[in-house]
């Protein structure tokens, strides 16, 4: 089954989540935000040892996807092909989505570091931002990583990232980290890094002295919302992020 395109197979979709705890577990992720196989087990009612033995099979169908970050290992929608099925399909008919409750501190929430990029809602919006406006692109040849396109580097310089230098940095240039607060992802890498040092300079956030938690400037929020849109309403169309 194909959910790189719209056209996902209904059926096999039909199949895989005719067991009532799979189809639980597919509408509880339809919110767009990642869970970890306990918070899983618990939307699903059932135990977490049989909680994993459907994530496997969703995985295996390809409609889940797994993120790794650190020790945790979080599950999410493979796409927006595959949301877009499981509306066709009806499997999830007439119910109504669970709100995603993170339980992080509200500074904390808002903006921090996570290693040497940025984190929390402003990076996230940030990331959405990016991908709405078709400057990040996926590598269909690396699993997760985002690659600029031609506005995306012309956007950055305007930020002052020199975009080259930044390619040159031993390490990976970008790609999706997902977020444990918003259990979404914003951009990780040497871009991300980059992004946070632009950030920092232009004062779209302070950093804390005793934590990792950043405050965001009310002249921040005007700079990104008047440079990238950020904050701002969002695009017509946003390409999948995962």
């Known amino acids: 089954m194909n959910v790189e395109t719209a056209d996902v197979d209904v059926s096999g979709i039909a199949a895989a989540t005719g067991e009532p705890a799979r189809a639980r577990i597919l509408h509880c992720l339809m919110d767009g935000h990642a869970r970890t196989s306990t918070e899983l087990a618990v939307a699903s009612e059932v135990s977490p040892?049989?909680?994993?033995?459907?994530?496997?099979?969703?995985?295996?169908?390809?409609?889940?996807?797994?993120?790794?970050?650190?020790?945790?290992?979080?599950?999410?929608?493979?796409?927006?092909?595959?949301?877009?099925?499981?509306?066709?399909?009806?499997?999830?008919?007439?119910?109504?989505?669970?709100?995603?409750?993170?339980?992080?501190?509200?500074?904390?929430?808002?903006?921090?570091?996570?290693y040497d990029h940025m984190a929390g809602r402003v990076a996230v919006s940030i990331h959405d931002r990016f991908r709405a406006l078709e400057w990040l692109s996926a590598d269909s040849a690396r699993d997760g990583a985002y690659e600029l396109t031609a506005g995306g580097a012309k956007a950055c310089a305007a930020l002052g990232i020199d975009v080259d230098a930044t390619r040159t940095r031993r390490r990976r240039f970008a790609f999706a980290c997902l977020d444990w607060s918003e259990r979404r992802p914003h951009i990780g890498g040497a871009l991300g890094a980059a992004l946070l040092t632009a950030a920092l300079k232009r004062k779209w956030v302070v950093p804390d002295l005793d934590s990792r938690a950043m405050s965001v400037t009310r002249a921040g929020k005007r700079d990104m919302l008047s440079s990238i849109g950020a904050f701002g309403p969002p695009a017509a169309t946003q390409p999948a992020a995962r």
């Open 49 to 114: 040892s049989t909680a994993e033995a459907h994530l496997s099979r969703l995985t295996a169908e390809r409609l889940v996807k797994v993120f790794v970050q650190g020790k945790h290992r979080y599950y999410g929608l493979n796409g927006e092909p595959v949301a877009a099925a499981l509306h066709a399909s009806s499997v999830v008919e007439g119910r109504l989505h669970d709100a995603f409750v993170p339980s992080t501190p509200d500074r904390l929430r808002a903006a921090r570091t996570c």
